[in-house]
Structures are given as C-alpha cells and as structure tokens.
C-alpha cells in the first residue's frame, strides 16, 4: 500500500493549536497526486495529454486531533475504479493510531469538458490503476 507522509506545519493549525479541518483536504490532494505519479498515471501526464480529472465529491471523518509537528503517514488506495469514475480512499495515522479517514470521488472530461471513458480513451491511465490493485 502507497503511504505518504506529510508534516504538519504551523500555519496549518488553528487557535485551539489542532490542525484545521480544512487541512485535511489539503493532504488527501497532496497524497493522492503523489500515489498517482508513483504508480505512474500522474495527474499532469494526464493533463498534458488534453484530459482532466475534477474532484466530484469528498467526504472525512475526523477521528483523533493532530497538532504542530506531528508526522502524519497517510494510507492511500484506490476504492473503485468504474468506466467514468474513480473513487480514492484515505487513512491517515498519527502515532499509531488512525486519526482521520476519508475518499475522494474524480470523473475523468476530455479538453472540451465531456465525460470520458476513462479505460477506452486513456488506457494507459487505468492499466496504471488495476496494475498497482493487483500488487496490493
């Protein structure tokens, strides 16, 4: 399984001293940008290549608070991959212990804004995807 690590920086707290929720988002995109490049699908291979991947929906659920300095280890995999969309999910640890999990949902439109089917116009995008499934 990918596992990217991010450091919680100062800004990103709040007045309480806890990393703000917002954040979160922040380091699910950061994580998932860096799985796509590792297993080769990046996301600005794909965009080079006329396509682009918005994000549909997200959804968390905050589990134990982080703070300054804290190094969190975030678990990144692929949840479901359909002909149109694909569905990432997160977990993220803290000193061993889960403190936050989430997914993020992505479609896939072509240079004119139309919905792709992602196996048929970019192959090399999910052979990338079900590659790293298989070695899960």
């Not at 969190?72 to 999990?101: A, T, W």
Request: charged share 25%; glycine share 6%; with cysteine.
């Amino acid at each position: 399984m990918f596992v990217y690590k991010h450091k919680v920086h100062y800004y990103e707290t709040d007045r309480m001293g806890v990393t703000h929720h917002s954040n979160y988002i922040r380091i699910m995109e950061e994580a998932r940008v860096a799985y796509l490049d590792a297993i080769g699908a990046s996301f600005a291979r794909i965009e080079a290549d006329g396509y682009v991947s918005p994000v549909m929906a997200v959804e968390g659920k905050f589990l134990s608070p982080t703070t300054f300095d804290d190094l969190i280890e975030v678990e990144v995999y692929i949840q479901e991959m359909s002909l149109l969309k694909l569905r990432i999910g997160y977990r993220m640890h803290c000193g061993g212990k889960v403190v936050f999990e989430g997914w993020s949902l992505h479609c896939f439109l072509d240079k004119d804004g139309k919905a792709l089917r992602i196996a048929e116009r970019y192959p090399q995008f999910r052979q990338a995807v079900e590659s790293d499934q298989e070695q899960a």
